[in-house]
């Protein structure tokens, strides 16, 4: 099991009733339904990170093959069956 560390944080009411039940949804114990959902928050963030990256860098390249024929060449090839 990797290491753990303690963290304090404030949490409303709903959340705090939700941790209470950590046994009805399968879970050890608090933390753990806390590490999970922050597991799964930071891979949408990332997830969404690396998206926006790709967009971004897409829209950067955009003039260059509205622009040289010789791209759109191989974009055109991109789409076809090797067989």
Do not use: H
Not at 16 to 44: H, M, N, P
Not at 66 to 77: C, G, H, Q, R, W
């Amino acid at each position: 099991m990797e290491t753990v560390t303690q963290k304090k944080f404030s949490i409303n009411v709903n959340q705090k009733e939700f941790l209470t039940d950590y046994k009805k949804w399968g879970f050890s114990d608090q933390s753990c339904i806390v590490r999970e959902a922050l597991d799964r928050s930071i891979r949408e963030i990332r997830t969404r990170e690396r998206k926006d990256l790709m967009e971004k860098k897409a829209n950067e390249l955009l003039p260059d093959y509205a622009d040289d024929k010789e791209l759109n060449a191989l974009t055109d090839l991109d789409g076809e069956d090797f067989l």
